[in-house]
């Protein structure tokens, strides 16, 4: 149930109303920004809400139980504070989203309507359907350690403790040629062994994707060439010349923790539990059934 203020249900009471839509979205990177499908500028709470902007509400679905309540808010990239590489980069995942209905007329004679996370960007040529999620979609994240063979530590975090501004797992290199959209020739790699940078991660460090990570997929050394094929695409695309550090990966497995790193000790798995081969196992006839390992 909503709390109105006095002077907001008497304007609702008067039977005509000036009502507006106004989204308040603040993005993952401290970047805050505000919406509106009014033809002007409102301002609350300090923010500045733009109109124009080709936003527009779809209806409000709602339910009493703990399910993910959803609606969508679908814009066109009219507004020079929308871009289509931002979309691309992720910037707008998982943004904080504020849904206010306001009295335009009266700004101060507002109602919050609801609070939710942007989930699924569905992208057209020139348009975009960003998905708003309330806050029960939180209900369904996974909360505190999952038991599973592999380590779920990101490397060189605090419970991996592994150091990669080591140079023996820390690179840097040049683009010297463009195979394909995401796989190229790099040169500065060839004192690091086949494979060192297969799931590890890159960072541009100049040409037109500057300051933007990437992930490794495949690194082969061989023949005098490094070719490095990434997990996706760069927005911008890569360039000739264009410089990168690149970090060493890790496939999550004891064997590589030990091997590659020295880090057993800080290994954040559980490579002893049983796996799904002792589901399937049945006790054959003649055998020992004492209740030991089959």
Request: proline fraction near 3%; glycine fraction near 14%; include cysteine.
């Amino acid at each position: 149930m909503k709390d109105l203020s006095p002077a907001l249900q008497a304007h609702l009471a008067s039977g005509t109303t000036t009502l507006a839509w106004c989204w308040k979205i603040t993005r993952t990177d401290g970047v805050v920004m505000g919406f509106t499908d009014h033809d002007r500028v409102l301002g609350f709470g300090g923010t500045s809400f733009e109109p124009e902007s080709g936003f527009a509400a779809a209806e409000i679905r709602s339910g009493s139980d703990l399910s993910v309540d959803a609606q969508d808010a679908e814009g066109a990239l009219s507004s020079d504070r929308i871009t289509e590489s931002d979309i691309l980069d992720g910037r707008w995942d998982n943004a904080l989203v504020e849904l206010w209905r306001v009295n335009w007329q009266e700004p101060g004679q507002r109602v919050l309507m609801r609070r939710g996370a942007i989930g699924e960007l569905r992208r057209g040529q020139s348009s975009f359907v960003a998905e708003i999620r309330s806050l029960s979609h939180l209900l369904g994240q996974t909360v505190g350690r999952v038991f599973q063979g592999s380590c779920d530590a990101a490397l060189g975090d605090g419970r991996c403790r592994v150091n990669l501004d080591d140079p023996a797992y820390t690179g840097r290199g040049h683009v010297a040629d463009i195979l394909r959209d995401r796989a190229f020739i790099a040169t500065g790699l060839s004192g690091f062994a086949n494979g060192w940078f297969d799931f590890g991660s890159l960072t541009w460090t100049s040409g037109a994707d500057a300051g933007r990570a990437a992930e490794i997929a495949l690194h082969e050394a061989g023949g005098g060439a490094v070719t490095l094929t990434l997990l996706e695409a760069p927005v911008r695309g890569i360039g000739m010349g264009d410089a990168f550090t690149i970090r060493a990966g890790c496939d999550k497995r004891l064997e590589t923790c030990r091997a590659k790193f020295g880090n057993a000790v800080n290994f954040r798995g559980f490579p002893h539990i049983p796996g799904q081969d002792a589901i399937t196992r049945y006790a054959k006839p003649g055998s020992a059934n004492d209740g030991g390992v089959l």
